[in-house]
């Protein structure tokens, strides 16, 4: 059995309600529970919230809410590991026992049903425990720069000076959207960023962080663009 599960708790706190906030004509979350509906991928698509509100919105877009999550993974400090490792328990413990789980976050209306079913694909074919989305750095980050106390710049790398920026080897960071992984490894909270993991790729135009209202904003215009 394949499962998405999208984390999606009350609350946030630099954009206050950011789950089910409006975002381009529907509640935010909405993107991720319609993209892994339309994917076709999974036999269940759950919200793990432990906010009554985003339990209803969840449930008016098609997602599942089969339990509320406990307060304790639902802090400022809860990670995605434990709070995921805990909804694949709740199944094995329901009689709903999955093989393979999908955390979708709950803000990455960026996310496309076909980004879900090749990611699948390509941790079929890469024997990983995990594939997640990541999306490479504009910039090489072997050239990046330190602004000191004193207003001065100073190099991180500074034996990369003289390196031609497409000599140097690309980089790339967690996209955070999704994370495709085995439900023994969400069980056992084996670390996504090892080399346990393979590594999504996702053009740059179709990621963006959403922690700030101007995050907020820069992701509407996106949208907007990509939607034309």
């Avoid at 339309?38 to 089969?66: K, R, Y």
């Avoid at 000191?148 to 980089?171: C, I, K, T």
């Avoid at 999704?178 to 346990?196: E, V």
């Amino acid at each position: 059995m394949k499962v998405c599960v999208i984390p999606a708790r009350g609350g946030s706190k630099r954009i206050p309600r950011k789950n089910i906030k409006p975002f381009c004509g529907q509640p935010m979350i909405a993107y991720s529970i319609q993209a892994a509906l339309n994917s076709a991928c999974f036999d269940a698509v759950i919200v793990s919230t432990d906010d009554a509100e985003i339990a209803e919105v969840a449930l008016q877009f098609g997602a599942q809410v089969p339990f509320m999550r406990p307060a304790e993974l639902a802090n400022d400090y809860a990670g995605t590991l434990p709070v995921i490792k805990h909804a694949v328990d709740w199944l094995a413990q329901n009689n709903q026992a999955a093989d393979e789980v999908c955390c979708l976050y709950a803000t990455a209306p960026f996310v496309q049903p076909e980004m879900l079913q090749k990611a699948w694909q390509q941790k079929q074919q890469t024997n990983a425990h995990y594939c997640f989305s990541v999306t490479a750095y504009a910039s090489p980050i072997q050239r990046a720069l330190s602004i000191r106390n004193d207003g001065r710049v100073e190099m991180f790398f500074p034996d990369q000076f003289n390196q031609r920026s497409q000599d140097l080897q690309p980089a790339y960071h967690d996209a955070g959207q999704f994370y495709w992984g085995d439900a023994q490894a969400w069980q056992q909270q084996l670390p996504l960023f090892s080399a346990q993991a393979s590594a999504f790729v996702l053009p740059r135009h179709r990621v963006q962080d959403i922690d700030t209202p101007e995050d907020w904003l820069s992701a509407e215009l996106m949208f907007q663009l990509l939607q034309k």
